[in-house]
């Protein structure tokens, strides 16, 4: 019997989480740049999410944050924490990997063409500061994935061709043990605000996991979307098994698109959020589509584990109340409060990775039990900063404070190794 299922691997929000507002075209990282940020908080959230989705039956893991700030990254600018610009030390500071959605894109096992699963580190190269995420996530996938008789992990795409990870690719299927379609949403250049996710990119991550066309889609993501803050994919749209759940101006050429999965897999269900009664504004501020839409293990129906945003959003929380009493596949809404990470742009679905395959071959490190989330939560109540501003990086007690509060948390889940 096949133990394939999702998991879903939270990234720890690290202890230098502060708003240096770095994400040109990401609205709340603009928005909230130089407010006080509450890193323990942040983190505490994070757990509290982990422990809610436990509480679901769903399989959980997490990934450890980067070390932070960079030193290495810093020395190979010419610059040293001391000396560095204030948005260059910012970025240096930057605990982004937390958004685990942009760490990697991952092509399961059932469907691949040698029946391993494959996943290709993303770039990020369009925003400074995640730019130097890639190596100290890719040596985290190759611990975690180490097992290579399952798991192939592929180093990042060449630069110029910008790849931000799972962000923009959803999968279709029949349930999460069977094959099925892989949806890659790209965006043109040319707008007010960059577009992250390039066409070539997602071609060369679709190749090297040896897709084959009949089982690809490649769609653009709409313009108006990007200028409206749309920054990824997932602020507009979320799949789930043979659900595809989005908002109407998600995509530029949608007829088409939709044509192309009713013909690529005919059992898709899409469920589109018309414009009016969700405006674009309130999906991108509520963050209505960064919800985790998860299958419920007991019923068999789905959930959207949404930000607390959304409850508050009179036109987005009315449609939801529809929505789930219209006994469609979404049954159940679930807010939970990342208000820390929303700050910056990051609901509940920016920060996991969902992975699916077997738990077992997993490194039993990266997987979350009830357990270890106590322990995780000590070191955090414990090492944690309590608040930074950013102004306060040049600090020398902040960054001891920062270097330390994640060795801690390393030593606790026995993950010294990925200390630098
Ligand atoms: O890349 N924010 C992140 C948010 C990522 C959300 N991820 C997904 N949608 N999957 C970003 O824009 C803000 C950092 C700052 O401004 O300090 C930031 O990087």
Redesign the pocket.
Known sequence: MTKIKEINFDGVIGPSH??????L??I???S??GEASYPREAALQGVAKMRHNIDLGLAQGFFMPLDRPNIGWLNALGTTLNEAEPHIR?AAY?A?SM?A??AATISPAPGSEDGKCHMTVAN?QT?P??SHEWPGTLAQLQLAFANQDHFTVHGPIPSPFGD????NHMRLCDGHGAAGIEIFVYGKSGGRFPA?QHVEASKAVARRHGMSEDHVIFAQQSDKAIAAGA??N??VAVANEQLLFAHEEAFEHREEFYAEVQRKFPQAEIVTVPADKVSLGDAIKSYLF?AQLVTLPDSGGMALILPTEAEETESVWSYLQELVAGNGAIRKLCPVNVRQ?MA????P???RLRVVTDPDLVDQRFIATPKKLDAIAEVIEQYWPESIVPDQLTDADLLGTIQNARRKLLQSCALEELEH
Not at 18 to 23: I, K, R, V, W
Not at 164 to 167: L, M, N, R, Y
């Open positions: 502060n708003y240096a507002g770095l994400s075209g990401n709340a990282s603009s909230n740049a910012a930057s982004s958004w959605a942009n990020l925003m500061h995640r931000e990870g799972a962000a992250r920054f990824h997932d602020v960064n990470s910056n742009g990051g609901g679905a920016c920060l």
